[in-house]
């Protein structure tokens, strides 16, 4: 709000609406904590073979996580770019519950590798051994 607090200006309401649906979204994750899940994510995806075995916290997460992932690298996004499209990206996934789509789980793909595995997973194979 701009410090005149009646009455509001009309961008100063869609901005609240607007806020207030993505953090009542069909998931029950406020925008805070997603965007904090995301961070993580994009933090601690290496230490996963894939991305289907990072812990989400809820599928929607997988599907969402993983797209903007590849759009930050892709388009070099900067942080405010990030909070924006997860917006937009959260309330399209709402749209899609509300309409009675089911979100897919997470299926682990065919293994990539090219790519080698952390070397924490290979000490943990080593003393399985």
């Known amino acids: 709000m701009n410090g005149n607090p009646w009455p509001p200006e009309l961008s100063?309401?869609?901005?609240?609406?607007?806020d207030k649906l993505v953090d009542s979204n069909a998931f029950g994750i406020p925008f805070?904590?997603?965007l904090r899940d995301f961070n993580k994510y994009m933090a601690?995806?290496?230490?996963?073979?894939?991305?289907e075995m990072y812990p989400f916290r809820h599928p929607v997460q997988y599907?969402?996580?993983?797209?903007?992932?590849?759009?930050?690298?892709?388009?070099?996004?900067?942080?405010?770019e990030v909070e924006k499209r997860l917006a937009k990206m959260i309330r399209q996934w709402a749209d899609r519950v509300a309409k009675g789509e089911p979100i897919p789980r997470p299926v682990l793909r065919v293994e990539d590798k090219t790519r080698p595995p952390p070397a924490?997973?290979?000490?943990?194979?080593?003393k399985k051994q």
């Open 12 to 18: 100063d309401v869609i901005v609240m609406l607007s």
């Open 120 to 126: 924490w997973m290979e000490m943990l194979e080593r």
């Open 32 to 34: 805070d904590d997603m």
């Open 44 to 51: 601690k995806r290496g230490y996963y073979r894939s991305a």
């Open 63 to 80: 599907w969402i996580f993983t797209e903007l992932r590849n759009k930050v690298h892709d388009l070099r996004l900067t942080e405010p």
